[in-house]
């Protein structure tokens, strides 16, 4: 079946940088994309979305990038704190269910 | 308040034991939902709720019986589990009918251990 997936399982950056988090989506149906943040022993917290009518949205320290041309999605963010360091999941919606779908995740870790 | 809260927060429990937990939150969402998530992986979605009525079940064991008293309940009945069913149990919840605006929101999960 289709799938969302990332392109890194792991990224270390020192602290002030910033982290770019990649993932890759295969349902060109998908009409909604979420980055999702977990910290060790809590849930998924939302972090920004974009719908697939868009190719930027901003947040406070955070930028997500979509490009339905080949499929990608983005987390980009700025000024990267140790309070970052977690896994980052991207998930996509579609269908009329509206069924969320989780791309594998990525652990970035931020270096002092 | 945009909390979706979880209890237990931890359980250990026999393959011959019957547990409970259970899940709750106060924003009016009518769609809820149970996941499934073992180490290092993403959610898996076992089932969905929508206006307290079974609308997905992602063809999960007998042994995970889900309830949704109400609209602010959920409920996931263990019985017999097996050692791999081990994980991380995740409630989340949910608008419904708004095209695209179906943010998930998550409670902080149940730790599940069978012995």
């Known amino acids: 079946g289709e799938s969302v997936g990332l392109h890194l399982p792991t990224l270390s950056v020192q602290e002030g940088d910033n982290s770019i988090i990649n993932c890759a989506y295969s349902?060109?149906?998908?009409?909604?994309f979420i980055w999702y943040k977990q910290e060790s022993g809590k849930g998924p917290q939302f972090i920004i979305d974009i719908r697939s009518n868009m190719d930027k949205r901003q947040g406070q320290r955070v930028t997500v990038l979509l490009n339905k041309t080949v499929k990608h999605l983005s987390l980009q963010i700025a000024a990267t704190q140790p309070g970052d360091s977690a896994v980052y999941f991207c998930a996509e919606i579609s269908g009329s269910a509206r069924q969320l779908t989780f791309g594998s995740g990525t652990q970035l870790t931020v270096l002092p | 308040d945009t909390e979706v809260t979880q209890t237990p927060k931890h359980l250990v429990m026999g393959m011959t034991n019957k547990k409970s937990l259970k899940c709750e939150q106060h924003?009016?969402?009518?769609?809820m939902y149970w996941y499934k998530q073992k180490a290092k992986k993403p959610p898996e979605l076992m089932f969905v709720y929508s206006y307290e009525k079974l609308s997905i079940n992602e063809s999960v064991p007998s042994r995970f019986s889900p309830e949704c008293p109400n609209s602010s309940l959920l409920n996931l009945h263990l019985h017999a589990l097996q050692p791999e069913d081990s994980a991380l149990y995740l409630c989340a919840s949910s608008a419904v009918g708004l095209a695209g605006a179906n943010e998930q929101y998550f409670g902080p999960g149940t730790r599940l251990t069978v012995t």
């Open positions: 349902n060109s149906a998908s009409d909604y």
């Open positions: 924003m009016g969402h009518r769609a």
